[in-house]
């Protein structure tokens, strides 16, 4: 753990808040982690929206409107490969978050930005399945507002929400 002794039980005496990982690394982080995702997404809407056939129509009413072309639905095609990089981006996010996250205590994107997330019990990464629930706990930092997300340019232990939940801290490596 960088030098840091492990974590008392949570609610014990913090370590100094500059032992503790920025918020901006963690941001950074993020955005790391979410490339990925973001161009799965971008394939899969892009071929979806892309191959979507489309019927137009002249105008025989007398009016001379001209020609009237309505989108009518997405191909299949389309539908396949958004469902495919769908699950793709599931996929990834599951073994980057869960899997590696879980076992390492870094996701890529905190390999890159060089901190971890560990038990502030044990000091050690948290596992898969808690790694998981931790993403969902997540939701709870975005459902006020997102102010559980900003919680780490004030607390302590620059914990969000979603880690008081799961008592974790980020560390550097």
Same mark, same amino acid.
């Given at each position: 753990?960088?030098?840091?002794?492990?974590?008392?039980?949570?609610?014990?005496?913090? !370590?100094?808040?500059?032992?503790?990982?920025?918020?901006?690394?963690?941001?950074?982080?993020? &955005?790391? +982690?979410?490339?990925?995702?973001?161009?799965?997404?971008?394939?899969?809407?892009?071929?979806?929206?892309?191959?979507?056939?489309?019927?137009?129509?002249? +105008?025989?009413?007398?009016? +001379?409107?001209?020609?009237?072309?309505?989108?009518?639905?997405?191909?299949?095609?389309?539908?396949?490969?958004?469902?495919?990089?769908? &699950?793709?981006?599931?996929?990834?996010?599951?073994?980057?978050?869960?899997?590696?996250?879980?076992?390492?205590?870094?996701?890529?994107?905190?390999?890159?930005?060089?901190?971890?997330?560990?038990?502030?019990?044990?000091?050690?990464?948290?596992?898969?399945?808690?790694?998981?629930?931790?993403?969902?706990?997540?939701?709870? +930092?975005?459902?006020?507002?997102?102010?559980?997300?900003?919680?780490?340019?004030?607390?302590?232990?620059?914990?969000?929400?979603?880690?008081?939940?799961?008592?974790?801290?980020? !560390?550097?490596?």
């Amino acid at each position: 753990m960088a030098g840091y002794p492990p974590q008392p039980a949570a609610g014990g005496p913090a !370590l100094p808040k500059e032992a503790y990982t920025p918020w901006l690394t963690r941001v950074f982080a993020w &955005l790391i +982690d979410f490339i990925p995702v973001a161009i799965l997404e971008g394939i899969g809407y892009g071929l979806l929206f892309g191959t979507q056939s489309t019927d137009c129509y002249t +105008d025989t009413s007398g009016y +001379d409107l001209g020609e009237f072309c309505t989108t009518t639905g997405s191909s299949t095609l389309g539908m396949s490969a958004f469902i495919i990089t769908w &699950l793709l981006s599931i996929a990834y996010i599951v073994w980057n978050y869960g899997y590696r996250q879980g076992t390492t205590g870094s996701s890529i994107g905190k390999t890159i930005m060089k901190f971890k997330v560990v038990s502030e019990k044990t000091g050690q990464p948290i596992g898969f399945g808690m790694s998981i629930v931790r993403q969902l706990a997540h939701i709870i +930092d975005g459902a006020i507002c997102y102010i559980g997300y900003l919680f780490p340019l004030w607390d302590a232990k620059r914990q969000t929400i979603a880690d008081k939940i799961m008592t974790t801290i980020c !560390l550097p490596l």
